[in-house]
């Protein structure tokens, strides 16, 4: 008897498996600025209850903000459709910050893995520039977050603790979070 292949549509569903979204990391680009902006939106204002009155300057600038020196903005995309972001801002003097590190509902969870290959597409840019610290701040309410945050290595530190310059800048506030990555392998090797 010959060997016959059945078309999808003949197998009943229940027999059908289910494949895994695929999901890509690349980097931003114009064509994912609707998206992003809708994407980062509806999680800050209709999740968290983050409501901005001078709005979100930044991401109607991610290349010029974003995407200079030794930062950038990377995008997850199942097909064509964004469903994560992360943003690494450049401090100067081998610093950054994190910052708009959001992923839909549907994609969070250790079992989907876009959380951790975003940040490890972060780290891999971070440690091919040679960066030694990483700084983000978040509020209280993202417990899942600083879950994460913790498991990745973060340490949390005082407000007063960061670098004046940094400390200066208007996202990071003396009621947030502030989480510090070291990454100066030299430091840990001595």
Known sequence: MPFCVKNMGEIPRSEQQEEEPKI????????????????????????LGW???????????????????DGNFWVACENERVVGTIGL????????????????????????????SLFSTLLEFAEKRKLQKIFLATHDQAVPAMKFYDKAGFKR?????????????????????IYELDLDVEEKTK
């Open 89 to 116: 801002l450049d401090e100067g003097e081998k610093r950054a910050t994190l910052h708009r590190f959001c992923v839909q509902k549907e994609f969070r969870g250790q079992d989907k893995k876009v959380s951790s």
């Open 51 to 69: 409501h901005s009155k001078s709005g979100r300057p930044d991401l109607e600038v991610i290349p010029k903000m974003y995407q200079k020196n």
């Open 24 to 47: 890509g990391i690349e980097e931003f680009l114009e064509k994912h600025e609707e998206q992003v902006i809708g994407l980062i939106n509806d999680i800050y204002e209709n999740e």
């Open 157 to 177: 530190i005082k407000f007063e603790s960061l670098p004046d310059d940094i400390a200066g800048r208007s996202y990071m506030g003396k009621d947030d979070i």
